[in-house]
């Protein structure tokens, strides 16, 4: 497959998270056997396990890869969306002084999940085949079903109430109808939907510097050191900085340093005496870092504008905007890679392409005042009190359009 043809296959592996309202509807509403989390979760885990089968037995075309990558994709995005539910529940009793921990512990543990597995993800490939380091991811999605079974929750009947489906369906259209709600969204939407290189990028990496697996793995755990140390410097040092202040300043230096991969592609490190390999460790450290600062806001403000009932699909129709954003973005990627020409062996506009992506990073800044003015630890509030955003009024300091919908107050 050609560089062109892996960032347009990505795009469409990341569809299932664009429907993500639709599996947070039929969490909320329309419980399994009583419960409304935990058989999601179970089939979710089953749904991985059989696409990873999939991908070690009866894959042998680009075609089907995209097709069993995608059931895999759809399972990930189910059990994200019952952890998100989870983590909006209980995230709605955390004290505003406590405010972004339980984001923080959640991705915290995802990325010291990631520094574990990250290494072996290319070591393995150095001893045993390909579908053999798949028939071993498949047994993780099994160990899911068996942590489901871990949950606390409470049985609610079998039978959806179309009740109460008709008052989750009018929940959630007040709520996006607010601007607190959808211009944030708009924001996210164009700061996630300019091009992306990285299918290019990585063909650069194989093709023309050699990369082995063997260090692509180091790779993968570097930056997986860095996501933790960015959600660690985030829960440190930025939970009280607005989230205006820091979507500026980590796109523009994210832009600026984006532009160090021009080193790598023209090779002018070498002529500083940089190695490929170092290069490329520090360039990736850098930017996941970030990276990560720059996305914790984004979780934070969705779980806190989450109002009850309908914490999973609300929740879920943010980040499928967001996911969407993606999508758009591996597919102009995808339409600049095969128009300059980029090949998995021909990398001479390269350049040019890496110039476009980073360049077009800048063009959110415009949009800015669409975010609220706040950060994720509210200051000047009570810090005693429980009462969570999404049930608080806001009797000060809240802009002009907050909406009539009960209880959002968001302060600009």
């Excluded at 909320?28 to 419960?35: I, K, N, V």
């Excluded at 008709?166 to 944030?184: D, F, G, Y």
Aim: glycine content about 8%.
């Amino acid at each position: 497959m050609t560089p062109a043809e892996v960032s347009a296959m990505l795009g469409i592996v990341v569809l299932p998270w664009v429907i993500k309202p639709l599996f947070g509807f039929l969490s909320d509403g329309l419980p399994l056997f009583g419960y409304r989390r935990r058989p999601y979760l179970i089939l979710s885990g089953f749904l991985g396990a059989i696409a990873w089968i999939g991908m070690a037995t009866v894959v042998d075309s680009p075609l089907t890869a995209t097709l069993v990558i995608t059931l895999s994709s759809l399972s990930v995005a189910i059990s994200d969306v019952i952890v998100d539910s989870l983590v909006v529940e209980r995230a709605r009793k955390e004290s505003l002084s406590d405010v972004g921990s339980l984001q923080s512990l959640c991705w915290g543990s995802s990325a010291l999940g990631g520094l574990i597995t990250a290494y072996l993800s290319g070591f393995l490939l150095e001893i045993v085949t390909v579908k053999t380091v798949f028939l071993i991811t498949a047994s993780f999605p099994l160990i899911v079903c068996g942590v489901a079974w871990l949950i606390t929750e409470e049985k609610v009947g079998d039978r959806s109430n179309l009740d109460t489906v008709k008052q989750q369906i009018s929940q959630l259209r007040q709520a996006v109808s607010q601007k607190t709600i959808w211009l944030p969204m708009a924001f996210l939407f164009i700061w996630q939907a300019t091009p992306t290189a990285d299918s290019a990028f990585f063909y650069f990496t194989t093709n023309e510097l050699g990369f082995q697996p063997e260090f692509l793995g180091r790779v993968r755990l570097v930056t997986s050191i860095a996501s933790l140390v960015g959600v660690l410097l985030f829960q440190r040092f930025f939970k009280t900085i607005p989230f205006r202040k820091i979507f500026t300043w980590s796109t523009i230096l994210s832009t600026v340093l984006g532009m160090t991969m021009l080193l790598l592609v023209t090779h002018a490190n070498r002529a500083l005496g940089i190695d490929d390999h170092w290069f490329s460790l520090g360039d990736s450290l850098i930017l996941t870092v970030m990276g990560q600062i720059a996305y914790m806001p984004v979780l934070v403000l969705a779980a806190r504008l989450c109002p009850p009932g309908v914490e999973a699909t609300l929740f879920a129709l943010l980040m499928s905007v967001y996911n969407l954003a993606g999508l758009l973005s591996h597919e102009s990627g995808a339409l600049l890679t095969h128009l300059l020409g980029v090949t998995e062996h021909q990398f001479e506009n390269l350049w040019i392409l890496v110039i476009i992506t980073n360049i077009s990073t800048l063009l959110p800044l415009l949009f800015l005042n669409w975010l609220p003015n706040l950060s994720a630890k509210a200051e000047g509030e009570d810090s005693d009190s429980k009462m969570p955003i999404s049930q608080r009024t806001g009797h000060h300091h809240v802009p002009e359009f907050v909406p009539e919908y009960e209880g959002i107050g968001i302060r600009d």
